[in-house]
């Protein structure tokens, strides 16, 4: 299997032997700052990329239609993009990074925790209007923070 690896597998993960390929972008690498995930890093091969530019804005515009888009970091942006790019499994613990991965048919697989049981898209939502919003922290009727909700949410296999 060829997978590629977010920070939390590095972490979480003792038994890299499985993997015919391991992938990651130089941002996972960066992240690594624990001895034991360090020396972990260091005997491994892997093979860091930089996914393109178009891969990216396919991510982007993906987590921003699920909702997930202002949890998401640089690095897990990247990760997911070079996951599609590759056309490989990603190992991650991220429940973001695996809701987007759900939507673009990405494989995945949780280290740690659980995997999502269920693909979820985000909105914004003001209690005081009862009204939902794409983006943004405030209301743009009264002015009251908006809270991230589940507005749809469709069991996983």
């Known amino acids: 299997m060829q997978v590629v690896l977010d920070t939390s597998a590095f ?3 003792n038994d890299f032997r499985s993997f015919d390929e391991i ?21 491994m091969k892997i093979k860091i990329v ?15 239609h699920t909702g997930d888009l202002e949890k998401l970091s640089q690095t ?4 997911l993009a070079a996951a599609k790019e590759n056309n490989c499994t990603i190992i991650s613990d991220d429940r973001n990074i695996q809701n987007v991965a ?3 048919s990405i494989g995945y697989v949780s280290v740690f925790n659980k995997k ?14 009862i009204k939902f919003f794409d983006s943004g922290d405030k209301c743009g009727v009264c ?15």
Not at 26 to 38: A, G, I, P, R, T
Not at 116 to 129: A, E, G, P
Not at 143 to 157: H, Y
């Open 11 to 13: 972490i979480y993960l």
């Open 23 to 43: 992938l990651t972008v130089q941002e996972v690498v960066d992240e690594v700052k624990d001895k034991v995930s360090s020396m972990k890093l260091s005997s």
């Open 50 to 64: 930089e996914p393109a530019k178009k891969f990216l804005d396919e991510i982007k515009n993906v987590a921003r």
């Open 76 to 79: 897990d942006v990247k990760v």
């Open 102 to 104: 759900e939507r673009l």
């Open 116 to 129: 999502i049981s269920k693909f979820v898209v985000w909105k914004k939502f003001c209690k005081n209007c």
């Open 143 to 157: 002015g009251s923070k908006l809270a991230r909700v589940a507005k749809k949410s469709i069991d996983v296999e």
